[in-house]
C-alpha cells in the first residue's frame, strides 16, 4: 500500500477484544503502533490513558503517538443497561475522537460500527450497504453505533480528514468474553436441550481475526485515496466483468455438474465423448474454458446502469462496509457446534437430555415472565425478549462491496474459528486455575 511505511497507528480501545488482535495484526506486519484506552492489559505497544469523551485527552495522545491513522474500536458491549454510558461513548467520544483528528491533522479514520445498526428485530436477508436505518433502533447499543457511524462518514474529507466505517456481525474468536461466557455458562448448566423457534434463520457470525485483517485493509485503501493511486475505473471495470470465487474456507469447494464435466448416470448407449466428461470430473485442476459468466438484474447496488450515473458508492472514503465470515448458518447450529467442541474436550461426559423446542411466542411470553420476575426481584434476567427476538431472527448480509473494493477476503472459517475460540478458552480456563 502507498502510504503504510509512513504510517503510525493508535488503536482506541486497544485493550479490548477486537482492539488487541487488530495491534496484534498491525505488529505482525512491521507497522508502528501504540495504544489508547481506560486500561492497559498489554505491555507491548505504547500506552496512552485517557477518557475517549475527552476531546483534549484524546488529541494528547494522538500527538504524542505521532499517529496518522486511527482505527477506533473502543465501545461498551451490548447488553448493558446504562443507555447513557453508550451515549457517552459511542456518540460523545466518537465526536471528540473526530474533532481531535481534525485538530492534530490526522488524515485517516477507521471507524468499527456493527451490522446490528440496521437491525430491528425483523429478518435481514442478503442486504447490503443501502439499507437504511430502522426508524426505531432495537436497543441503545445499536442506536449510539448508528449515531457515531453516521458522525464518523459525515466527517469525510473535512479538514483533510479520510474515513470509513466497518460493520462487523456477531464477532467471536479467542480473546471473547462476552459470546463464549454465555455458551459456557448455558454448557455447564447443561441446558443445551433448550431451543427458542425453529431453527431455520440463517445468521452471520464473524471470526475476530477476519474482523482486525478488514480493518487494515480499510486503513491501507484510505492511504491509496490519500496517494492518488485508487483508480475508481479499474474498479468499475472489475465488478463488470470479474466473478468473485466462492467463500469455502468451512465447506471446501464444491464441484459444479456440467455438459461437459460430469459423472456419467443411467445411460442406453455410452456417449461418444464419455471419457473426457468422466476425465474432466475425476480431474481437481479441471477448470472450464469459459469463466461464469457475470450476470447482475437493476436491483443490484453493482449493476451498470445504476453505477454508470452514479459511482459514488464506489468510493472507499466515506463509506460503510458489512464485514462477516460469509459462511451464514442457523442460529442454533453455531452454538451447537461449540457446545461439541466442548463435549469433545470434556470426553463426551455430559449426559445427553432430550430436545426441547418453544415457539417464538412461547418464548416471548416465557422471557416477559423473567423480566417481570427480574423487575419485582430486583436482579437482571437472564432470559429477555431481546435474546428471544435476536436468536429467532434470519441476520446476514451481502459483502460484496467489501469484497470488491476492500479486497476483503475471510482468512479464517467458521469451523477453524470455533476450534481456536474453544481452545483459547480452554487454556485460559487452565491456566486461570493453575493461578
Known amino acids: ?217 480499510a486503513a491501507d485503501k484510505l492511504g491509496e485515496t490519500l496517494a492518488g493511486t485508487f483508480d475508481i475505473n479499474k474498479v468499475k471495470e472489475d465488478i463488470t466483468t470479474l466473478v468473485l470465487p466462492p467463500i469455502v474456507k468451512t465447506t471446501g469447494q464444491l464441484r459444479i455438474l456440467s455438459s461437459v464435466s460430469r459423472p456419467l448416470g443411467p445411460y442406453l448407449y455410452r456417449p461418444e465423448n464419455a471419457d473426457e466428461l468422466e476425465g474432466n470430473w475425476r480431474d481437481p485442476n479441471y477448470k472450464p474454458a469459459a469463466e461464469r459468466e457475470l450476470r447482475r438484474n437493476k436491483f443490484d447496488q453493482f449493476a451498470e446502469a445504476n453505477i454508470l450515473h452514479d459511482d459514488s458508492n464506489l468510493s472507499v472514503a466515506g463509506q460503510a462496509f458489512f464485514i462477516t465470515n460469509g459462511e451464514p448458518m442457523y442460529f442454533w447450529d453455531f452454538l451447537r457446534a461449540v457446545w461439541h467442541r466442548l463435549d469433545e474436550a470434556n470426553g463426551h461426559t455430559r449426559k445427553e437430555k432430550s430436545k426441547i423446542v418453544f415457539s417464538k411466542p412461547i418464548g416471548m411470553i416465557l422471557a416477559s415472565a423473567a423480566e417481570w420476575w427480574g423487575w419485582l426481584s430486583g436482579k437482571e434476567p437472564a432470559f429477555t425478549k431481546f435474546k428471544v427476538t435476536f436468536s429467532c431472527a434470519s441476520r446476514w448480509y451481502n459483502i460484496e462491496k467489501a469484497r470488491r473494493l476492500l479486497g476483503y477476503e475471510p482468512v479464517v472459517g467458521m469451523d477453524e474459528g470455533v476450534d481456536r475460540m474453544v481452545n483459547w478458552y480452554l487454556a485460559n480456563q487452565t491456566n486461570q486455575a493453575k493461578a
Open 1 to 217: 500500500m502507498a502510504t503504510r511505511g509512513r504510517d503510525s497507528y493508535i488503536v482506541i480501545g486497544g485493550s479490548g477484544f477486537l482492539g488487541r488482535h487488530i495491534v496484534e495484526a498491525l505488529l505482525a506486519r512491521g507497522d508502528v503502533v501504540s495504544v489508547f484506552d481506560i486500561v492497559q492489559r498489554y505491555h507491548d505497544v505504547p500506552f496512552y490513558v485517557g477518557d475517549i469523551s475527552e476531546e483534549d485527552q484524546v488529541a494528547s495522545a494522538l500527538e504524542k503517538s505521532s499517529a496518522t491513522v486511527i482505527i477506533h474500536t473502543a465501545s461498551p458491549v451490548a447488553g448493558i443497561q446504562d443507555p447513557a454510558l453508550y451515549w457517552k461513548v459511542n456518540v460523545d467520544g466518537t465526536k471528540a475522537v473526530i474533532a481531535a483528528a481534525q485538530k492534530k491533522g490526522v488524515r485517516k479514520l477507521v471507524y468499527t460500527s456493527s451490522a446490528g445498526v440496521v437491525f430491528n428485530g425483523a429478518d435481514i436477508i442478503d442486504v447490503d450497504e443501502r439499507i437504511p436505518f430502522p426508524e426505531k433502533a432495537m436497543d441503545a447499543y445499536n442506536e449510539s453505533k448508528a449515531k457515531a457511524e453516521e458522525a464518523v462518514l459525515a466527517a469525510n474529507g473535512q479538514n483533510g480528514l479520510l474515513t470509513v466505517a466497518l460493520r462487523p456481525a456477531g464477532i467471536f474468536g479467542p480473546g471473547d468474553r462476552q459470546v463464549m461466557a454465555g455458551l459456557c455458562q448455558v454448557y455447564e448448566r447443561n441446558q443445551l436441550h433448550f431451543q427458542i423457534g425453529d431453527n431455520n434463520n440463517l445468521f452471520d457470525w464473524t471470526y475476530v481475526g477476519n474482523v482486525a485483517h478488514a480493518h487494515l485493509l
